[in-house]
């Protein structure tokens, strides 16, 4: 009797990007390495490449190549291991009247009037701020892979924050956040990402995978405030130290002199 072997998988394709002006270091040039999520295999390519540093943006997964720079740290948060420190806490205890809930990936009126007043507040020069409701729900509805949104809702059932999310084969992703500005007191996009560390321990998944942190970014620093936090180097994925954080961007370069590797594999 003979078995048919399965058929193969295509080939990932591959494609690198211009030259385009760095959107978080001025006066950089940035380049990225892409790929399209386009077949049946798109959740098992968004893990794997997720991994690998890669991220998740509409059916495109990239990565920074930029010539001579190597400032983009993929980071993530070892679930198990983190602990929320007392502002954190606080944050935890002043949004306890808010309900997180999974819906599926699927955009909505009231999501795209709460993201449309995210982007005019905090990014109003940006292209996102531009994003009639068909940018937005393409940006929602392309590219799934294992997708879902987390809704955040006060007492009165108001939409106040969401998060684009993926689910991967060793953690969930933070696709894109967005939330009620006029209530900073509140600090929703710290709440949203420490809601997605206790649904990573719910259902027992090791990471929360944060995308890219970069030193000199002010749009990036509060991903160090998640410790402990791991980064990826060329040797691997490794737990940043308190000093990894604060050095000199020449230094990120995967060459850590404090860094304790972890799976080089995961």
């Known amino acids: 009797m003979s078995v048919i072997p399965p058929p ?4 990932q394709q591959f ?6 002006p760095c959107p978080y270091l001025p006066g950089r040039v940035e380049r990225k390495l892409f790929t399209r999520l386009s077949t049946p295999h798109a959740s098992e390519v968004n893990s794997t ?18 010539p001579g720079c190597s400032a983009c740290v993929p980071v993530r948060i070892p679930v198990a291991d983190f602990r929320p420190g007392r502002s954190m806490r606080k944050i935890l205890k002043a949004n306890a009247d808010l309900s997180v809930a999974e819906v599926p990936a699927i955009a909505t009126h009231e999501q795209f009037r709460l993201f449309h ?11 996102m701020a531009r994003m009639s409701l068909g940018d937005y729900s393409a940006m929602v509805d392309e590219g799934r892979a294992e997708t879902c949104l ?3 809702r006060d007492l009165r059932d108001t939409l106040v924050g969401g998060i684009l999310t993926d689910r991967l084969r060793d953690g969930l992703s933070a696709v894109y956040s967005f939330y009620d500005a006029d209530q ?14 206790a649904q990573a321990v719910a259902e027992g998944i090791p990471y929360v995978y944060l995308g890219y942190w970069i030193r000199n970014s002010r749009k990036m620093a509060y991903k160090a405030r998640f410790q402990p936090l791991e ?8 737990r940043m130290a308190l000093d990894d954080l604060t050095q000199a961007p020449s230094q990120q370069n995967g060459q850590h002199p404090n860094r304790a590797p972890v799976n080089a594999t995961s």
């Open 15 to 20: 494609f690198r990007s211009g030259p385009m």
């Open 150 to 152: 987390f809704e955040v």
């Open 8 to 11: 193969p998988r295509p080939l």
């Open 184 to 197: 900073e007191k509140r600090s929703l996009g710290t709440f949203m990402i420490l809601s997605l560390v």
């Open 49 to 66: 490449l997720s991994r690998a540093g890669f991220r998740r943006s509409h059916d495109i997964v990239y990565r920074p190549v930029c």
């Open 117 to 127: 007043a995210y982007q005019s507040s905090r990014h109003g020069d940006s292209d």
């Open 231 to 238: 980064a990826l180097g060329s040797e691997g994925w490794f």
